[in-house]
């Protein structure tokens, strides 16, 4: 049988390293053993894949623990291919949770359904973890040039809204919602932020013990509104949109959490897009009541920190280490001005 013919227009979700003579995450033997379980997937499924694993692995040098390529099945139609390529316990089980997740969201009772990409086949076999979903021709908004011609603030607001004010007690028989650790996030700040010397360059060491002592203040605050599902990874390279539709990716790192810690991942992940951050945060203090306003707010503050301090020491390898500067550079200005110099947060975003 011939192989079904790939539209050349068709580009590759995957957002190339900026970042030269970065070392490879994996062994010369573990990715020749993924390159052809890839490879022998994809043939026994009759896909033919836009983006080879050969590139996959090109672009990542194995950084990413998964595959993803927009492929063209027997029938000549679309679809999403994701394979797991880091066999690690963290990295198996967190491809089986996200499996878990959306066999349980694509019930067509489910009122997050609409938000996701449909499932359409997968393998839940640790030794080859692969999923296949319905596919959008829309890019992820991280690729896109201006943000606003592609995705309504309003109904993206709405979107995240619903996914932290879900009904946590629909998952009792189905999901186990694992917890926030809060104290393995407090532990790795106070062990390895705190006395990294490269953030001396961003923030002083005696705002960043004063930050320190901000978040250990709020720390049985955010144990008590520990009580909302969060996506957990929510940025623009996992959303996608086309005005009308809007669906969320990746959602192996959903958890429970406060309800203000999605937003908060976003401020900080996104570099630049200030006007969209300042209108999606409006657009979802709109949806809560007085008294959620005040908690949200509150919450907001401190869940930036223990998002924004841990980023000021990791790379982001698909950024250039211009722009790396740049993130830092906002993220210390937005954390210190914040919650030391009590500034409205919406002049900082």
């Known amino acids: 049988m011939n192989k079904p013919q790939l539209n050349k227009n068709l580009r590759s979700p995957l957002i190339p390293f900026k970042r030269k003579n970065i070392s490879w995450e994996i062994h010369a033997a573990e990715k020749d053993r993924i390159i052809h379980l890839v490879k022998s997937t994809l043939n026994e499924l009759e896909l033919t894949p836009f983006t080879t694993i050969e590139t996959y692995f090109r672009l990542t040098k194995g950084w990413k623990h998964r595959y993803y390529s927009v492929c063209l099945n027997k029938n000549n139609q679309k679809v999403f291919f994701h394979a797991l390529t880091r066999y690690n316990d963290l990295s198996i089980n967190s491809f089986k949770k996200e499996l878990l997740f959306e066999k349980y969201i694509n019930k067509k009772s489910n009122t997050l359904r609409d938000y996701v990409p449909r499932m359409i086949a997968y393998s839940n076999t640790s030794e080859n973890l692969w999923l296949i979903t319905e596919y959008f021709p829309f890019e992820p908004l991280e690729k896109v040039k201006n943000v606003h011609d592609h995705v309504n603030i309003t109904d993206l607001a709405k979107i995240i809204h619903t996914i932290n004010f879900y009904p946590i007690e629909l998952f009792k028989d189905n999901i186990v919602l694992e917890k926030f650790d809060l104290d393995k996030k407090f532990m790795e700040i106070s062990q390895k932020v705190i006395i990294n010397k490269d953030i001396g360059e961003f923030i002083v060491s005696e705002d960043l013990f004063k930050l320190q002592e901000y978040l250990t203040r709020y720390k049985d605050y955010i144990l008590n509104h520990t ?123």
Do not use: C
């Open 227 to 349: 009580k909302s599902l969060n996506h957990g990874d929510m940025h623009l390279a996992n959303i996608i949109s086309n005005k009308k539709i809007i669906k969320i990716l990746d959602w192996e790192s959903y958890h429970l959490n406060n309800y203000a810690y999605d937003m908060s991942f976003f401020i900080v992940e996104v570099l630049n897009q200030s006007k969209l951050k300042k209108e999606l945060l409006r657009e979802y203090l709109k949806l809560l009541s007085e008294e959620e306003k005040e908690n949200y707010m509150k919450l907001l503050y401190v869940d930036i920190l223990m998002t924004g301090l841990p980023r000021m020491i990791y790379p982001r390898f698909n950024h250039s280490k211009q722009e790396e500067f740049v993130h830092k550079k906002y993220l210390a200005r937005l954390m210190v001005e914040s919650t030391l110099r009590k500034k409205d947060l919406f002049e900082l975003i």
